[in-house]
């Protein structure tokens, strides 16, 4: 069913360090406040940033007058969005022509598309001076009626929101596999909903900062930010900035949570850069939260049409739906998030009949982008929520039906209908081991228990997977013009003359503890300790390697990081053991690595890693001849991936983990208020660096995926104007509002990966679906049924009044 | 965010407080704890030209047991409040408020004084006022003034207080008896958020468990904490049964008619009216149980 | 301008102060202590959270010319003589931390807790924390990490300390 695929699993003898949870070896700079962030940078001269935006959904812009601004002690100058474009060339998008010419500079010029947009770039000797001038710029709109549904967009005459393309319909396709009008014709049950996934957003606790320093003496940009992929967006920013790439130089320090939201500070970086340059002094912009709520990057807002075809004794025939995605103004990284449905398009299941008809439509709103499980978990939830009501409908228990549909780890690797390759796994195991972790049995019955006392109580189920990295090839599908395939990472390890050991890697982490992980992986290879591995903190285009795919994205650390040290290990351990065994006139095969010292295990003596180092840099005469000196390996690292197999069929991910969730929720009948009274998870990332990551990785997927079930929601005006723009209203949850976690796991190595290792950072949204559907199993004695991602309190007790009259 | 520039004054003494208010009258701010003041004036929606810091007026400070109430200084934080376990016997309903307040570090800095006068009607103190029938001492220009709670409030945000006159006491009647039952219960949805809904009891029994005293207060529904009239009305010189506690909401709902409702994003004006009637019943079933139950501990011994 | 004096860390510190200057941003932009962070605007993440006469508060929500005379406590003066204060070793430990920006003031309110409560029930402890905002952890570690500390009666307030020196 699958292509072969070659696996080059390493050998180490001694393996003790990966598979460990080793405490982090960062955590020390955090504890005692000395983590390095963006906004911590110090720099002589540093004039500080305040962004003016735009407090209309939709409007022109007839002018603009700084003359008060400037007048404000301590301005440096005022940039409106037309002086900072007249040095700019517009940032590309993945559009097939002609919505390729949806044009965005990062900032307004003459017409404002989502309330909160930039029109102007102030500079001062103090946030405070700055936030002070542009209180006082004069800006003359003339307000224009928005588009605030992807619905509404899409209808004929909706105001266009970018007027030189020729609908808000920027991008449609759908896509068909199997044979989906014929089941649906001859199916024994068809369950039709209409579902809202509802807007929320990852809100790191760091919002985006930018530092720029332009050198005019070497005519480079010096770049601080907290982008977590600067590699990965130098192109763009070099483009849009007229230069060539290699004048930018990135750092990203430490990093406070990113989410994939801040993959999406570019254009900021852009704007700094051009406010450097002209006035020759280096500028930071440190985003509010306001800000960061009303114009970073929002998760997908979706509304779902869908049908799921079943037989009387619950197979799944087919799926179908039309999706309306909400991209808001600008396509920064869509229509990737309605597109990657493809990725799992039928989550753990078998059924091979599916057809999707995605609309992605612009809208007078924030725009969307990477948030967590960035298209992921919205796929899981239209497939989960069908199945659910299908189950319902046929009187099969949940657990059952899904049983009845899993592929069987006996299919492994499974090629989906879509294309995609997984890669292994048991999901039967995993979900027999949630529901033994949480004894299902008591569960039920301390549902049953709540509702005798007059609650509203239900216990849901879901599956979830996390499709990961991203094989580019997949933009092709998006827009047959594009020529990019596959992906990479970069990776160094050194050890110097005096026996010291570095390694680098591309991946810029957010919180993902690389340094630790790092530090594993090359311990074992060359047989030290992790401790006495140095891994580069954070990122330095000057220092760390990059591929123009590095970052820490798409859970794709475990697979293509990982995989780029361990072989920058390998060949650096390979280089010792040939230099030793040259020292000691032994063979390199009766050679290990172990406790420092490179050791005959014929007897033949040993030499410490330290000596091997200074023959390596020092002692060159007495290398071997054809031994090119030093002990160093830069290593990229290409993740195995091919092109499409055709327009719309391709292996996208090379892993794909997933979780089984079992949720209790609990619902007071007279507030409609949920609560999560016990909830548990097991995962599996394939084989673990390090399990305390991975599990902490699970937390955080609960905490998020929770937070946006129960609490979190954006939600805009009539007028376009985001009412829950700061954490006072967007209820990003505390420790109080959360239950704790019961997780595990289950390990069935990847078939794909050198070291058996699955990405699974951002979780496949299994938590969240779970909650949807034990809001259903809690309004089933009422008859009513729940339509959104979003447990809204005050939806659910008009459906509790309305069906109960109490 | 970032406040706009003001003129700080620090006031030596209440006297000089007042002062410096009227002499800035126009356009002043007094600054206690600042947990209101504060995040308005950082997203500029509150910009006086003068704030006057009078968070250093040790008179305003403490809690002092008098002969007919208990008197709390405007500028005790919530965690004093928290923290004088002794007021549990007496004022136990002061314990179930203060400790529902924000977070820890809002009740560390947060005063009892500086959030009555700041009138928000979804915030605790308002109610729990109401219920125990508190009088809120001021002083001014014109000296001093004693405030029923009942006539404190007139809007959001608005008090009977001039610009140049200070919050300065809070006193509370002392209850009739020992054995009063207390409950505050409130709707968040979130910790530490703004309630959606407020209810705030105090119960006194007698020896039959009949109500012989009702105080009971609304908040975050109407503009202002409201008194729970007719809820009062339906529990005096009654047992509180089933029967009674089935009329409960429907008396919460009707103390609020002809007040204007608060709506907003996190709960509009008809979902606020709909809870308040749950939340007021299982506040009055809390505060009815502890009653009965302190009596009855009360006349063991 | 105000002229304003207050001990952080144990250190006497002065200067001149814009009244309108955030505790915040005076201990992180004039004394350059970067520990404390700023995580929003409306006082809800206690990112910012430091000691302030001993108890936590959130320095975003105060004036710097208000600290006058203050004794001041932020993550940079928590450890003593190298050693991590228990509290961050058992962050270390436990993993209750992954990015690191809420965990300075995390532990400013778990000392807060544990002073005042130092046998807190789980419940205690998510609600002793509810003024502080992770995104990362789902809390669960963080609530562990704290639990861990109490439970095994390792909890000496750093305040305690810098007194008795």
New interface residues.
């Given amino acids: 069913m699958t292509e072969s695929v070659t696996l080059h699993r390493e050998e180490t003898k001694n393996v003790k360090w990966v598979g460990s949870r080793y405490?982090?070896k960062?955590?020390?700079?955090?504890?005692?406040?000395?983590?390095?962030?963006a906004?911590?940078i110090?720099i002589p001269g540093l004039a500080h940033v305040a962004i003016a935006r735009s407090p209309y959904a939709s409007a022109k812009i007839k002018g603009i007058d700084k003359s008060k601004a400037l007048e404000v002690p301590g301005v440096v100058a005022v940039f409106t969005g037309e002086e900072i474009v007249a040095e700019l060339d517009p940032l590309p998008n993945l559009l097939p022509s002609p919505y390729d010419k949806v044009k965005d500079y990062g900032i307004a010029v003459d017409r404002v598309r989502y309330a909160g947009e930039p029109i102007a770039v102030v500079v001062a000797e103090s946030?405070?001076a700055a936030?002070?001038a542009v209180?006082q710029l004069e800006v003359d709109y003339e307000p224009l009626s928005p588009v605030l549904t992807a619905k509404s967009g899409c209808e004929k005459g909706a105001p266009l929101v970018h007027e030189n393309v020729p609908t808000n319909v920027v991008w449609q396709r759908k896509f068909t596999y199997g044979d989906v009008d014929e089941v649906f014709k001859t199916a024994d049950l068809v369950v039709s909903k209409k579902f809202k996934w509802h807007r929320f957003t990852?809100?790191?606790?760091?919002?985006n900062v930018v530092v720029v320093d332009y050198d005019k003496r070497h005519v480079i940009f010096n770049i601080w930010s907290n982008n977590q992929r600067p590699a990965f967006n130098q192109a763009a920013i070099a483009k849009a900035l007229r230069i060539d790439a290699n004048r930018l130089h990135f750092i990203s320090p430490?990093?406070?949570?990113?989410?994939g939201i801040k993959n999406e500070n570019y254009p900021y970086i852009i704007l700094l850069a051009v406010a450097a340059r002209r006035i020759g002094r280096p500028v930071r912009w440190?985003e509010?939260?306001?800000e960061h709520m009303v114009a970073s990057a929002h998760g997908s807002e979706i509304n779902y049409e869908g049908e799921m075809a079943f037989s009387r004794d619950g197979k799944i025939l087919g799926l179908r739906a039309k999706a309306y995605h909400d991209e808001g103004a600008y396509m920064r990284r869509e229509p990737i998030a309605a597109f990657n449905f493809i990725r799992h398009a039928t989550l753990t299941y078998t059924f091979r009949n599916l057809e999707m008809d995605i609309y992605a439509v612009v809208t007078n709103k924030c725009p969307v982008g990477p948030n967590r499980s960035y298209g992921k978990m919205q796929q899981g939830f239209l497939v989960e929520r069908l199945l659910e009501l299908g189950a319902k409908k046929l009187g099969i228990d949940p657990i059952e039906i899904r049983l009845r549909n899993f592929v069987s780890s006996e299919q492994m690797p499974y090629e989906t209908p879509t294309g995609a390759i997984l890669d292994g796994g048991d999901y039967s195991r995993a979900l027999k081991k949630v529901l033994e972790n949480m004894d299902y049995a008591a569960l039920v019955k301390e549902r049953d228990r709540l509702r005798s006392e007059g609650k509203l109580a239900g216990v849901g189920i879901s599956m979830g997977m996390d499709a990961c990295p991203i094989n580019f090839s997949s933009n092709r599908l998006i827009n047959p013009k594009s020529t990019a395939s596959g992906e990479s990472e970069a990776a160094w390890v050194k050890i110097d003359e005096d026996g010291n050991i570095s390694a680098a890697v591309g991946t810029s982490p957010?919180?993902?503890?690389h340094e630790t992980v790092v530090s594993q992986i090359v311990a074992d290879v060359l047989g030290v300790h992790p401790e006495q591995v140095y891994a580069l903190p954070g990122f330095d285009s000057w220092t760390h390697p990059s591929t123009p795919h590095s970052g820490t994205y798409a859970s794709r650390f475990a697979i293509a990081g990982a995989s780029a040290v361990n072989e920058a290990a390998r060949r650096v351990r390979g280089k010792v053991l040939r230099i030793a065994a040259f020292a000691l006139k032994e063979d390199v095969e009766n050679l290990e690595l172990a406790d420092g010292s490179v050791v005959s295990t014929k007897g033949k003596g040993k030499v410490p890693l330290k000596e091997v180092a200074r023959l390596a840099w020092r002692d060159l005469a007495n290398l071997p001849e054809d031994e090119e000196p030093g002990l160093y390996s830069n290593v990229i690292y290409k993740t195995p991936f091919k092109l499409p197999i055709d327009s719309q069929r391709g292996n996208f991910s090379l892993t794909y983990s997933y979780s089984a969730c079992v949720v209790l929720l609990e619902i007071?009948p007279?507030?409609?208020?949920s609560r999560v009274k016990r909830v548990g998870i097991v995962e599996d990332a394939g084989n673990q660096i390090n399990p305390?990551?991975v599990?902490?990785q699970v937390?955080?997927?609960?905490?998020?995926q929770?937070g946006a079930a129960l609490?979190e929601d954006l939600?805009y005006d009539e007028a376009g104007q985001l009412?829950?723009a700061?954490?006072?209203?967007y209820?990003?949850?505390?420790?109080?509002?959360?239950p704790?976690?019961e997780t595990g796991s289950i390990v069935v190595p990847s078939l794909f990966t050198p070291l058996g290792t699955r990405g699974t950072g951002e979780g496949g949204g299994a938590p969240l679906i779970a909650c949807a559907n034990a809001m259903d199993d809690a309004l089933l004695p009422l008859g009513v049924e729940y339509d959104s991602s979003y447990l809204s309190?005050?939806k659910i007790?008009e459906l509790v009044?309305s069906a109960s009259g109490k | 965010m970032y406040p706009r520039a003001f003129r700080y004054e620090r006031a030596k003494s209440l006297d000089h407080a007042i002062e410096l208010l009227a002499k800035y009258k126009e356009d002043v701010r007094p600054l206690a704890g600042g947990m209101s003041l504060i995040p308005l004036a950082k997203l500029r929606l509150v910009s006086p030209q003068c704030i006057v810091d009078i968070g250093r007026l040790e008179e305003l400070k403490g809690i002092k047991e008098q002969k007919d109430f208990l008197e709390i200084g405007a500028l005790t934080t919530n965690t004093e409040i928290l923290e004088s376990s002794w007021l549990g016997e007496k004022f136990h309903l002061l314990l179930d408020t203060a400790k529902e307040i924000g977070d820890v570090q809002v009740r560390n800095r947060g005063t009892i004084g500086g959030n009555l006068a700041q009138a928000d009607s979804s915030t605790d103190w308002p109610a729990t006022m109401v219920a125990l029938r508190a009088k809120l001492v001021s002083k001014g220009p014109r000296g001093e003034k004693v405030h029923e709670i009942d006539s404190f409030y007139s809007d959001q945000y608005t008090t009977a207080l001039e610009a140049d006159e200070l919050l300065t006491h809070i006193r509370i009647p002392k209850p009739g008896s020992y054995s009063a039952g207390a409950s505050h219960v409130k709707l968040e949805r979130r910790k530490g958020d703004y309630a959606i809904g407020i209810v705030s009891a105090q119960l006194e029994v007698d020896g039959d468990g009949k109500v012989t005293s009702a105080g009971i207060g609304i908040g975050a529904v109407g503009i202002t904490a409201v008194r729970g009239t007719k809820v009062e009305e339906l529990l005096n010189g009654k047992k509180v049964d089933d029967a009674v506690l089935a009329s409960v909401p429907g008396a919460a709902r009707a103390s609020l008619e002809g007040s204007d409702i608060l709506s907003d994003i996190k709960a509009p004006a008809v979902y606020r009216l709909d809870v308040i009637g749950t939340l007021a019943s299982r506040c009055v079933g809390e505060a009815y149980h502890m009653a009965v139950s302190r009596k009855s501990a009360r006349s063991e011994r | 301008m105000s002229r304003i004096q207050a001990i952080v860390n144990g250190r006497k510190v002065e200067a001149d102060v814009e009244p309108r200057k955030l505790l915040i941003d005076f201990i992180r932009e004039d004394l350059g202590l970067t520990g404390p962070h700023i995580g929003c605007d409306t006082s809800n993440c206690g990112a910012c959270t430091v000691l302030y006469n001993g108890r936590a508060i959130k320095s975003c929500t105060m004036f710097a010319v208000q600290a006058d005379g203050a004794e001041i406590l932020t993550i940079e003066g928590v450890s003593t003589d190298g050693k991590l204060h228990p509290l961050q070793q058992a962050f270390h430990e436990n993993h209750a931390l992954q990015c690191g920006y809420c965990t300075p003031g995390m532990i400013m309110s778990s000392i807060d807790l544990l002073t005042r409560n130092p046998n807190p029930t789980e419940e205690e402890i998510r609600l002793g924390i509810s003024g502080n905002l992770c995104r990362c952890t789902g809390y669960h570690n963080i609530v562990k990490a704290i639990s861990s500390v109490a439970k095994s009666h390792i909890f000496v307030s750093p305040l305690k300390k810098a007194k008795e020196e």
Avoid at chain 1, 26 to 37: C, Q, S
Avoid at chain 1, 202 to 207: D, H, Q
Avoid at chain 1, 254 to 259: A, E, K, N, P, Q
């Fill in positions: 405490p982090r960062e955590d020390l700079r955090f504890v005692t406040g000395n983590g390095m962030y906004s911590d110090r946030n405070y936030w002070d209180e990852s809100a790191p606790l760091e919002p430490d990093i406070g949570g990113g989410f440190i509010t939260r306001t957010q919180g993902h503890g007071d007279g507030t409609g208020v305390l990551i599990e902490g937390h955080g997927q609960m905490g998020h929770l609490y939600v009412l829950t700061t954490f006072k209203d209820l990003a949850p505390t420790a109080s509002d959360l704790s976690y309190p005050i007790r009044k």
